[in-house]
């Protein structure tokens, strides 16, 4: 799932296990998903 830094704004693929949730390039900790450019309709009833 692709996440990125708020703080540099680099694209960040999060391993669990391996780092936690931090950036591996400035170390910051929030970092936020990263949301599709396509809109999705879905027709309700």
Known sequence: ???KCTRC???VEVDY???GIR???CGHR???KERPTTIKCIKAD
Do not use: A, S
């Open 9 to 11: 704004k680099q694209k």
């Open 17 to 19: 296990e391996y780092t």
């Open 30 to 32: 929030i970092l936020v």
């Open 23 to 25: 950036c591996p390039y």
């Open 1 to 3: 799932m692709g996440y």
